[in-house]
């Protein structure tokens, strides 16, 4: 009888193993002989080591020497021919679709019926019939064990082929544009899952952004799942729908309460079709051989705006904004009236200088509150910042802000020019001011900076904006009726001051839609300009290290601040920095050119900078003062000799002042500036 039952089990092993298979494999775990005989062989010498398991616990508790459960257990063994028609390929018409659908399951259920049956039988000789010795329970253990090894040793092998066949991630990350957006992101192919350590935080959420890979000969999805599994404290799996848009990045946002506390390891992963839920609480993934790709930036931590104090973050940087023509700082034209509500509000300062009447080397100074020399950006010389130096994206990033960037800058703050540095989503888009698209010129990329905060009202960010189209504006009717003189030609000033109002009209719709939502009163917003346009008569409009195109307005709304103010005394743009630094509380761990502004009131000498050999310039008193330092910049090398200090008068003296008194005053102040000037120089 022995023989016979060892006989039924070793076709019964096979034909489970053969079944595991073959269901298995029509679900994509099996590719290739290999992987498909040691999943068979692993499967069927687990069903062997069960069934002795269960002999040798009968042999234990009930040893008989009765025939009848060994024919019992041959009889449940030879239920295994069920598999027979599946395995076969036979067609069945089955009474309901949903049958067809989980045909696997079907015969498995009636083995299972069929088997237990039998294993009661048995179990029911065995307790009827006549008491036996315990001898042979050995053997029946030792059987059991060596299948069992078999079994562990088949399977670790079908894991260790089936993680070898799964896809890899080899490509490095690295910039992608999609649409008009870019990210740092890398293809990942379908199937394949990429593990990444993220830094502890207990109240953040995730962020993973999408997009889809353009490949030959095949549509692009435009709906994936994605899977990824959280590891903390405790470990999360979860699947999710993210619409894919050849448009931009889309994104899954997952909220901080779903994120399992002590979070430190996250493993991402996507297919096109969803896998059913029995596999996902298995943990099991299938093999997938669509050649298939996406493309995957993040994953990036996020605090959500109600587990934080700490404001929001947006500067708004328009170029050619001249502060000379700001109505709320004494303007005769009304060409500011959203800036000058804004103003009332704020610590508004009309007398602050850039850097360099250049966007690059201004907006870099803003953004890292260093000066030019110290930055790297200067003219033809386009850094890059100092690996010692973090940008304020950067800053803001490591403190779990979601950070973007709409630059406008695809000739100077593009892409792989160092700006991008921390931004999650940099857009360098610009569409030329037109008559035909309305959304063209600023105008395009206010409406997506608004839709942005918009999405991400409830999440603390930081968002740069750059506008261009004042710097170089040309008549259009979107700017009508502006201050164009009725049956005349629009002088180049009327040109600047009406778009100048259409600007302001419209920056103040991206405000009004910011505080319609919840992050509106916790944003702190900063507006102000790298350079202004210099409209004095003698030369028309110019822009270099002239007085009215130096200074430009700084106006620093900060939430829940009890003491708006406008002040007169002179300020950098190297203190934008420090000044957001500290409202948001958080430090950097070397010196910086600024100083923060949300103190009390006092004069700081801006130095600006400009050309090769550079040009130094700085406003004292009424005088500004340049130096001709015959220095090429980044260089030292003196490439022509250097001048005396210059000064021109640019405001009106006191009728107080004596003549001599004022020429020593003058000749102090050049001899500071000259000492402040080498200083620059000497930090490059």
Request: glycine share 8%.
């Amino acid at each position: 009888m022995i023989a016979l039952y060892v006989f039924c089990l070793a076709g019964s092993a096979g034909l489970f193993g053969s079944f595991i298979r073959q269901a298995l494999g029509e679900l994509g775990y099996v590719r290739g002989i290999d992987m498909a005989l040691a999943l068979a062989g692993g499967a069927g010498f687990f069903y062997a080591c069960f069934q002795l398991a269960y002999m040798t616990a009968l042999r234990a508790f009930k040893p008989t020497p009765s025939r009848g459960p060994l024919i019992a257990e041959s009889l449940s063994q030879v239920s295994a021919v069920v598999f027979l028609p599946y395995l076969l390929g036979l067609s069945v018409n089955w009474p309901d679709p949903i049958l067809a659908k989980i045909e696997p399951l079907v015969y498995f259920c009636l083995f299972a019926a069929l088997h237990l049956f039998f294993k009661l039988v048995s179990f029911y000789a065995s307790v009827r019939g006549e008491p036996g010795g315990r001898l042979g329970t050995a053997g029946w253990l030792l059987a059991a064990t060596l299948n069992g090894v078999a079994a562990y040793w088949l399977i670790g092998r079908w894991i260790s082929l089936a993680d070898a066949a799964m896809p890899q991630a080899v490509t490095p990350p690295q910039y992608y544009r999609v649409g008009d957006q870019y990210a740092t992101g890398r293809e990942l192919p379908e199937g394949a899952t990429v593990a990444y350590d993220v830094p502890p935080h207990d109240a953040a959420g995730l962020t993973l952004r999408w997009a889809p890979v353009p490949m030959p000969g095949t549509e692009p999805p435009k709906r994936i799942y994605v899977s990824a599994r959280l590891i903390g404290d405790d470990s999360e799996d979860g699947m999710w729908p993210v619409a894919l848009d050849t448009g931009g990045w889309g994104e899954l946002n997952l909220a901080a309460a779903s994120v399992p506390p002590g979070l430190s390891r996250c493993e991402v992963g996507w297919e096109r079709n969803k896998r059913p839920a029995w596999q996902r609480l298995v943990g099991m993934r299938p093999l997938v051989s669509s050649n298939e790709k996406v493309l995957f930036s993040g994953p990036f931590l996020h605090e959500d705006r109600a587990q934080t104090n700490q404001p929001n973050f947006l500067i708004i940087l328009v170029d050619g904004l001249a502060s000379g023509h700001v109505s709320a700082f004494g303007y005769k034209r009304k060409t500011t009236p959203s800036l000058d509500s804004l103003i009332r509000k704020s610590l508004a300062f009309p007398n602050a200088y850039s850097a360099a009447p250049e966007t690059a080397p201004a907006a870099m100074t803003l953004l890292t509150g260093l000066g030019p020399l110290h930055h790297g950006y200067l003219g033809t010389h386009a850094g890059p910042l100092p690996d010692t130096f973090d940008t304020l994206a950067e800053t803001l990033r490591e403190k779990f802000y979601l950070t973007a960037a709409f630059t406008e800058g695809e000739d100077d703050l593009a892409p792989g020019s160092g700006f991008e540095r921390g931004f999650e989503i940099f857009d360098a888009s610009y569409a030329p001011v037109s008559l035909e698209a309305q959304d063209s010129g600023s105008r395009r990329t206010l409406e997506k900076a608004s839709k942005w905060l918009e999405q991400h009202a409830k999440q603390k960010f930081f968002l740069l904006v750059r506008l261009r189209e004042l710097a170089d504006p040309v008549w259009s009717a979107r700017y009508a009726p502006g201050f164009a003189p009725k049956d005349k030609t629009p002088a180049e000033i009327d040109v600047y001051d009406s778009a100048l109002a259409y600007i302001d009209k419209r920056i103040g719709s991206l405000i009004s839609r910011l505080r319609s939502t919840d992050a509106g009163e916790n944003t702190c917003i900063v507006i102000t300009s790298p350079y202004g346009i210099d409209f004095t008569p003698e030369t028309g409009p110019v822009i270099g290290l002239t007085e009215e195109s130096l200074r430009v307005p700084l106006i620093i709304y900060i939430p829940g601040h009890s003491t708006p103010a406008l002040r007169e005394a002179a300020v950098g743009l190297d203190c934008v920095a420090p000044t957001l630094l500290s409202i948001g509380g958080i430090g950097v761990e070397y010196t910086l050119d600024g100083t923060d502004l949300s103190g009390v009131e006092q004069d700081l000498p801006a130095i600006s900078v400009y050309g090769s050999p550079a040009v130094f310039s700085m406003r004292r008193d009424r005088w500004r003062f340049y130096w001709h330092s015959g220095i090429e910049p980044f260089t030292n090398k003196q490439i022509e000799p250097e001048s005396e200090v210059e000064a021109v008068e640019v405001a009106r003296p006191d009728k107080k002042t004596r003549k001599q008194d004022d020429e020593a005053r003058k000749a102090e102040l050049a001899a500071e500036c000259l000492t402040r000037f080498r200083s620059c120089i000497q930090k490059q």
